[in-house]
Structure formats: C-alpha cells, structure tokens
C-alpha cells in the first residue's frame, strides 16, 4: 500500500505482532524513579521488572510524545514517498493528539504531495490495538487511505473497554478514587468496574464485592454489549498488569460463552505508561459492540 498505519506504543500490544501486522508505532516516555525511559513494550524493561518495582514503592511519572518527536517520525515515512493514517491514544486521557495533529499541519508545508491523516482512537491500552488490528485487517483487503480513515473515525467508538482492579491503591494516588472511599473498598473487599466512554475517558461505572463476582460481571458485560452478543465471532482481547491468573479466569469465561470467537482470546500486558495509574491488579477487557454513547 501507499500509506502505512501508525500508533503509539500504547496500544499495548507485542513487538512481534505490530511487526506481523505491518503496524508502526511510537513510544511515549515514563520515569521510574527520576530514570527516563521509553515505554517501548517492553524491550528495555520487562512487565514483570515493571510492576514489581512499583509494588515496592517506585514512582512513577509519564510524559506525552511532543511535536518535535512526530514531525521526526512523520517525515521518516514522508521522505519515502509514503502517506500516513496515524491513531493517537485517546484524548480523554492523554493530550499527545494535539501535538500529532500540529506536527502534521506544518509536515503539509513541506510535502504538499503526501497526506498525513491523525484521528483520536477515543481507545486505550489493548483496545487501542484492537482497533490497530481491525484496520490492519482492512488496509489488507485493499482499503485506500480515505477509507480506511472513515472507517477508523466511523468504528473506533464501537471498541468497548471494561476494566476492574483488586488493588486500588494507584487509583487513590492518582486521584481516580478518594482516600476515603479507596480505604472503604480496600477494607470491604470491593473491586470497581470502570469503562471507557464515548469522550474517551476512563470512568467507574460500579462498586463489585469480591474478584470473583467482579469476573463474572465483566464477562456479563460482553454478552450485553458485543456484536451479535454470545454469537459474536469477532475478536477479543484482555490486557492485565501482573495478574496473569485473574486475566485467564477472565478469558476461560469468555471462550466458554462465546463459541464463535475469531481464535482464542488474546491476553496482554499493559505497558508501562497505562500501567503507571493502574498499578498492578488491574484486568481490561476489549472487544467489538455496541456504540458507546455515555
């Protein structure tokens, strides 16, 4: 194809896989400790490196990819003689669309001959890379770069994201629950069920008592909400920050209620700069449904 398809490395998916899919990406920074690094799916720190170090009380903090560092990247595939379709992590969580979206305006100056096309994912982590992945799926079938990004602009709202946590204690130091209450559920055993809505923003949705209902619950949310809702044949992907075995528990539901799957659910880590609010403990769930509209 004349047009290549980009993402940053949020999408949570494998090295392997976006090379597989013919997907390229670029990496946001984190700090571990005063140290900056580069969220690179793990390439140069593994998950379990990661999430071991916040559990014995590393900070963390993230930074945005910034113009300069798009306008480097776009130009690489500029100068090949290549259009761009880039998907940026969703803006009701990070700001980095913005400076995409600049980087491109002044790239137009300079390559009046080649388009560079940045639309909001509205996604995050897996579901993020789940739409990454239904795009690749569609550039194979021969899509042209003006339908691929209607399809994406059209479509990226129908990428449900469910989540629940068994640790809340990031979610209390980030600010997304209280003290008060995050001492209360800590203290009653209650695993919040949070979603993405339709702006893209990370919002709790209930308060479960006890993982395994919270596990019941979310897989409850795909029979109501996927396409064509236990006949659904299309994909599903779950992403967990060290908690593989709650993440499998998940995905062994999942195949037991949804027969016609597109292959076996596909589970992944959260990278490092979701999993810096997240803190381990934290299980996502993602797959195509029902438009969200709240």
């Known amino acids: 194809m004349s047009y290549v398809l980009s993402c940053s490395s949020t999408v949570d998916l494998t090295r ?4 597989e899919r013919d997907i390229h990406f670029i990496c946001f920074h984190y700090q571990l400790d005063g140290k900056d690094l580069l969220d690179d799916m793990g390439a140069s720190m593994s998950m379990a490196d990661f999430y071991k170090a916040m559990d014995n009380g590393a900070d963390t903090r993230t930074s945005q990819i910034n113009m300069g560092e798009y306008l480097e990247y776009f130009e690489g595939f500029l100068k090949q003689g290549l259009d761009i379709l880039h998907l940026s992590l ?3 969580i990070s700001g980095t669309v913005n400076s995409a979206r600049q980087a491109a305006e002044l790239l137009k100056k300079k390559y009046p001959e080649r ?4 639309v909001d994912s509205l996604a995050a982590s897996s579901g993020y890379g789940l739409l990454m992945d239904e795009l690749a799926d569609r550039r194979d079938e021969g899509m042209s770069l003006e339908e691929i990004t209607r399809w994406a602009e059209e479509n990226r709202l129908r990428v449900n994201h469910w989540f629940f946590s068994t640790d809340l204690k990031f979610y209390i130091k980030g600010g997304r629950v209280s003290k008060t209450s995050g001492m209360v559920g800590q203290l009653l055993n209650i695993c919040p069920l949070l979603n993405v809505d339709y702006l893209g923003r990370l919002i709790p949705r209930d308060k479960i008592r006890t993982k395994r209902k919270v596990i019941h619950e979310i897989e409850k949310r795909m029979e109501a909400l996927a396409d064509d809702r236990t006949n659904y044949t299309g ?6 920050s060290a908690c593989y075995a709650d993440a499998r528990a998940l995905a062994d539901l999942i195949e037991a209620a949804f027969p016609k799957l597109n292959g076996k659910v596909r ?6 700069t979701i999993g810096s609010h997240t803190g381990p403990g934290t299980v996502a769930l993602f797959f195509m449904g029902d438009v ?3």
């Open 115 to 118: 388009t560079v096309n940045v």
């Open 90 to 92: 969703s803006s009701g």
């Open 292 to 294: 969200r509209k709240d």
């Open 267 to 272: 589970i992944y880590d959260i990278g490092t």
């Open 235 to 240: 994909k599903c992907y779950i992403s967990h």
């Open 16 to 19: 392997e896989q976006m090379k």
